[in-house]
């Protein structure tokens, strides 16, 4: 048992019911619901058509970004989100940016699976080949435009760890995971272990996804993850009559660093990571094991880590998804997990307000958490009217309360587990 912590020291977040982290708890507070019927494409004729978007204008956090930067957002969504999550909070970056050894600062960043449509650049490229001489030269003249190691030819899944590692000038590693639904989280477990097996000072974790797009969405509603849109509340976690998630989006990352890294600095941390449980099922491409061994595995991992006792813990933030087949599986991994502190632990999930962002599903909840930790405010379930588990404290209000320890945890397709256990550092 280690008992090694990892702190926070800052993070920022673009999701459908906060632009930046300031816009939070006061929208988790008011119960702000961004569900609701998709805008950015068409979805006529589709019975799938409600989701969480991101309504928010983003031009003008992009404006200063590059040419190339700008043009390649109107088409890669989870660019856009993450230039603009970078730049909600760059003034207070800057310190960090400055203090840290660039050779001991790296990039973990979950990422979702549709990549950049390079049909859109099939002229050009066709154009080296056909016309030009020097077509190899020219070609990769092209991709090095605008003095950026970024390029949607040459890297469409590294470029979100690439564009933060620039902004933060981290050259330690850039490094991209991509595992669905724990995919960020997984890269916050990464960055942890990097700082406490020394390989970095500071690590900048996180993901950006959307799946508010035609295929995932297609995809996700033929799987029966998202429900057919009938005008009913689409997310219901916890709740008998639940018929599947929202579709969602988003873009976040923390700034994570050693405790020498806080105490040679001065610094103050948000909260710190005490430990993680990584498991995975192997149970079923889209579906976990029914009796939820292994996610009961992956809390008892964090809480052991971090060297804590189940009745420690104040609140578990569920990945509560909605879906008929997580949230009952879920619960029986707790009771697994926490034996009987399970039911005196209260429980929710704001999946029902912001919808599943997938890869940035971990690192949007995990932003959340710590501003709950921050204002001692843990959310109630927003649509819960008849829980699955009586016996769990499923909550049906909000409650006020300090958060010493949390648990978050995230289920994935193929049944890969990840849950953080997380320590409030300002109690």
Same mark, same amino acid.
């Given at each position: 048992m280690k008992q090694s912590k990892v702190y926070i020291l800052d993070h920022e977040l673009v999701s459908p019911i906060a632009l930046g982290r300031n816009d939070i708890i006061e929208n988790i507070k008011?119960? %702000?619901?961004?569900?609701?019927?998709?805008?950015?494409?068409?979805? %006529?004729?589709?019975?799938?058509?409600?989701?969480?978007?991101?309504r928010f204008d983003l031009k003008d956090l992009l404006k200063n970004e590059p040419n190339s930067i700008q043009e390649l957002s109107k088409i890669d969504r989870k660019l856009e989100l993450l230039a603009a999550a970078f730049h909600k909070g760059a003034d207070r970056f800057s310190e960090i940016i400055e203090l840290a050894n660039p050779a001991r600062t790296g990039v973990y960043m979950g990422v979702g699976a549709e990549s950049i449509p390079l049909e859109m650049f099939e002229g050009d490229v066709r154009n080296f080949l056909d016309k030009k001489l020097n077509a190899v030269i020219e070609l990769i003249s092209k991709m090095n435009?605008?003095? *950026?190691?970024?390029?949607?030819l040459s890297n469409p899944h590294d470029l979100y760890a690439v564009y933060l590692a620039e902004k933060f000038?981290?050259?330690?590693?850039?490094? *991209?995971?991509? %595992?669905?639904?724990? *995919?960020? %989280?997984?890269?916050?477990a990464h960055g942890y272990d990097a700082i406490l097996n020394g390989d970095a000072d500071v690590v900048i974790a996180g993901g950006t996804d959307s799946i508010l797009n035609m295929i995932s969405l297609i995809s996700f509603g033929k799987l029966g993850v998202i429900p057919v849109s009938d005008g009913s509340i689409a997310c219901l976690p916890f709740d008998i009559n639940r018929k599947g998630t929202s579709s969602g989006e988003a873009a976040g990352f923390?700034?994570?660093? *050693?405790?020498?890294?806080?105490?040679?600095?001065n610094l103050e941390a948000l909260v710190s990571i005490c430990g993680y449980g990584n498991t995975l099922d192997g149970y079923k491409i889209t579906a976990p094991d029914p009796e939820g061994i292994s996610m009961a595995k992956a809390i008892k991992d964090a809480i052991a880590e971090a060297g804590i006792l189940a009745e420690e813990v104040d609140y578990y933030y569920a990945h509560g998804t909605g879906t008929r087949q997580n949230d009952g599986t879920e619960l029986n991994a707790m009771k697994n997990a926490f034996g009987v502190s399970a039911k005196n632990i209260p429980i929710s999930s704001t999946k029902d307000r912001h919808g599943h962002a997938i890869a940035a599903a971990g690192v949007q909840e995990l932003c959340i958490l710590i501003e709950l930790m921050q204002h001692s405010h843990i959310p109630k379930n927003l649509n819960l009217q008849t829980p699955i588990d009586e016996e769990m404290n499923l909550l049906q209000e909000d409650l006020s309360k300090p958060i010493k320890y949390a648990v978050k945890s995230n289920f994935a397709f193929g049944g890969i587990n990840t849950v953080l256990a997380v320590k409030n550092e300002q109690l």
């Open positions: 008011a119960g %702000t619901d961004a569900c609701g019927k998709i805008e950015n494409f068409d979805v %006529t004729g589709l019975p799938f058509n409600d989701g969480a978007e991101v435009e605008g003095g *950026s190691a970024i390029g949607a000038n981290a050259k330690a590693f850039q490094n *991209s995971i991509l %595992t669905a639904c724990v *995919s960020s %989280t997984q890269a916050i923390v700034i994570m660093a *050693s405790k020498k890294f806080v105490e040679e600095n």
